[in-house]
């Protein structure tokens, strides 16, 4: 009968260790993505828009900037309300798997409404601190990627507890959340909404 506890505990000590370094894995993926944009970025020579970049029907750069930012906080309002659902906190009709497909399809497009700004901020601005609000979006600025790398690496997976997936949703939304309060809100309430 020891024999069988003993190997029992060491059955679940395995178990336990596993899963940390399991958990440490996302972390370490978050941390790598996040450090090499931050070191890209902070590398960028920064150039003032002089020439028109391409800014399609907004006013310019910095307000189309604002403008997808805001539909991708828009978007990611939609994966909260999705991903409520899913979990079942929420409950609204109808059911079946159409949140499943709308969270996953809004997570795409957030991710691909992104990429303009992203490029413009870290290969045109690069990484700056000349204020706090600056330096404050430079980091989140920095940790987006990241965090969607380490969320799509749990997704993926099926080694994680439950509560892994929405705690990395949840620190996604509050990334792109301080994003937009540091940028498209700071813009609009400054200079206005520039269409």
């Known amino acids: 009968m020891r024999d069988t506890s003993i190997?029992?505990?060491?059955?679940?000590?395995?178990?336990?260790?596993?899963?940390?370094?399991l958990l440490a894995l996302p972390l370490i993926v978050f941390a790598?993505?996040?450090?090499?944009?931050?070191?890209?970025?902070?590398?960028?020579v920064r150039q003032v828009y002089e020439a028109p970049t391409a800014h399609f029907l907004f006013s310019d750069t910095l307000h189309m900037k604002a403008w997808l930012i805001s539909a991708v906080l828009a978007l990611s309002l939609v994966q909260l309300l999705t991903a409520s659902r899913i979990?079942?906190?929420?409950r609204f009709p109808p059911q079946g798997r159409l949140y499943?497909?709308?969270?996953?399809?809004?997570?795409?497009?957030?991710?691909?409404?992104?990429l303009p700004a992203a490029y413009d901020c870290i290969f045109l601005l690069?990484?700056?601190?000349?204020?706090?609000?600056?330096?404050?979006?430079?980091?989140?600025g920095s940790c987006v990627y990241g965090a969607v790398f380490a969320k799509i690496l749990i997704v993926r997976s099926n080694g994680f507890r439950g509560w892994v997936l929405p705690v990395a949703g949840g620190?996604?939304?509050?990334?792109?959340?301080?994003?937009?309060?540091?940028?498209?809100?700071?813009l609009f309430s400054k200079i206005g909404i520039g269409l």
């Open 87 to 90: 979990y079942e906190m929420l």
């Open 32 to 44: 790598f993505v996040t450090l090499t944009i931050g070191v890209v970025a902070s590398k960028t």
């Open 171 to 186: 620190f996604l939304f509050c990334i792109l959340l301080g994003l937009w309060l540091t940028s498209a809100f700071w």
């Open 126 to 140: 690069g990484f700056q601190t000349t204020d706090a609000r600056v330096y404050i979006h430079s980091l989140l």
């Open 7 to 21: 190997s029992e505990k060491a059955g679940a000590g395995e178990k336990t260790v596993t899963g940390r370094l």
């Open 100 to 114: 499943h497909a709308v969270h996953r399809w809004s997570g795409r497009a957030a991710i691909l409404l992104t």
